[in-house]
């Protein structure tokens, strides 16, 4: 499974490095849309995990037009989650997640697990020449999962896991 987005290119020197391997467990939802030209994507993820230093909560929303490379918009946040159950079935998560637009997002979800693990590889790659890079991989047990309390996305997953990542900002 993965994902790439490319947008138009910014000369400027890279201000910003992270790069990390980790090991741990997270529940995962998503949603995404398209307009029906196809160009203008909308995609909303939350991550809650545990990767060793202490349970979070991130949340990422982006809208971009891949039609013309442009990115129309980018929310974020991240906050220590008040709550994070864990097991292969089912993963409780709370938090108060402060975005970059100034709002503040609630998360209260349940994630139950629908099937049996399986193993499985994902990979995310969003480039913004100039602008941004961020690669991130992992591989290990992945459930389907469904999604209850608030707010709601389109698929949910629980994960344990071992991956990497690198983050670029210039």
């Keep these: ?27 995962f939802a998503s949603s995404e849309t398209r307009s ?28 971009a037009n891949e039609c013309t490379h442009v990115l129309l918009q980018y929310v974020e946040g991240m906050a220590p989650a ?3 159950d864990f097991n292969r079935n089912a993963v409780h998560a709370k938090a108060a997640v402060p975005l970059t637009d100034g709002t503040t997002l609630d998360v209260d979800l349940h994630w139950n697990a629908v099937g049996a693990p399986t193993q499985q590889g994902f990979s995310v790659r969003f480039v ?12 290990g047990s992945f459930s389907e999962a469904s999604l209850s ?17 690198l983050e670029i900002r210039h």
């Excluded at 993965?2 to 997270?26: C, H, I, N, R, W």
């Excluded at 997953?157 to 990542?165: A, D, E, L």
């Design 1 to 27: 499974m993965g994902v790439t987005l490319l947008m138009a290119p910014s000369a400027s020197a890279a201000t910003q490095v992270v790069s990390d391997k980790y090991s741990g467990e997270f529940a």
């Design 36 to 63: 029906p030209d196809g160009c203008i994507v909308s995609r909303k993820d939350l991550l809650a995990f545990d990767k060793g230093f202490g349970p979070m909560v991130g949340y990422y929303d982006f809208m």
């Design 82 to 84: 008040e709550v994070f």
């Design 128 to 139: 913004e020449p100039g602008v941004y890079h961020y690669v991130s991989t992992s591989s």
């Design 149 to 165: 309390g608030a707010p709601l996305f389109d698929e949910a997953h629980i994960s344990q896991s071992k991956g990497s990542r």
